[in-house]
């Protein structure tokens, strides 16, 4: 709209509420509403249009109507494929360096399979060599429970025998 | 369609705020409407920010008997008579300032303000044979509604700013 203040950097442009164009500093009215809406208009052909209720997305020179219509859908396009692009985040983390981040990314799937099995063997050995010791625990106190059931009738003088390896006070 | 944008073209687009203007009062003074009698700056008229001399046409209703009714305007003037109806009462002349008006005002940065209204805050009753001398009178009421622009400030009328529900 104003063609001569374009080489100018402005401070701050806002836009009409009508039909959507920037307006430069020191250009336009500013209506303010009862209920304290503000409007802004670039000019006063926009000013009356909105005081005479006429619809800005009925009118084909504003922006709401292109917008509604898609006049400028290859461009808003473009825009949108530039963005779609995400990097894979690339920051260290508290707890892993981005080193650390960066070498788990390249492993390999199979290497990960591979390690994956290992845990899992790591762990499934390790849960039973516990259930082995436990059965050994359980044979142990068995057979302690025979001896010592057998020496009863010899040491039942001798305090309490203790049971299960000192039972504690109940 | 075109025939009413054209009607608007043909209509005055400057509307100042003179005598006879009926303005609507936006505090809780107790007056409701008023009509400008005078404008005490500028020669063409009021705009915003300005302070005006008007008569009260519509108020709060009055109570309906008793010896809180019609104090005439010349006695001696006395807040105890108006408990429970309001500050003001019709046909008191009052001193307003402007804070709403339809009529564009620029700004310093170059745009125009314009409001959907011509609204006034009642500052104080004026006293017969006393001119305003001048200084910046405060308002007697205690709200203020709707939006006001930030021109009181330079017009010192700073307790309606704080009063204020929206600062525009």
Redesign the interface.
Known sequence: MSHSFDCLCDVRTELCRFSGHKIYPGRGIRFIRSDSQVFLFINSKCKHYFHNKLKPSKLAWTTMYRKQHKKDAAQEAVKKRRRATKKPYSRSIVGATLEVIQKKRAEKPEVRDAAREAALRDIKERIKKTKDEKKAKKAEFASKQQKIQAKIPKAAAKGGPKLGGGGGKR | ?IS??WQ??QQQQRTFIQMGTRLKVVDNSGAKEVVCIQSLRGKKGARLGDIIICSVKQGLPEKKKGKYDAVPIGKKFNWKDFIGTGKVRKGNVVYGVVV?AKM?KG?V?????????NAIVILGIKEPKKNYSGGFYQPIGTRVF??V?HELRLRKQLKILALA??L?
């Open positions: 369609m009413n944008f608007h073209q709403r564009q700004r940065d170059g745009s125009q303000v314009c409001f959907d209204d709707g939006p622009p529900q929206d525009v």
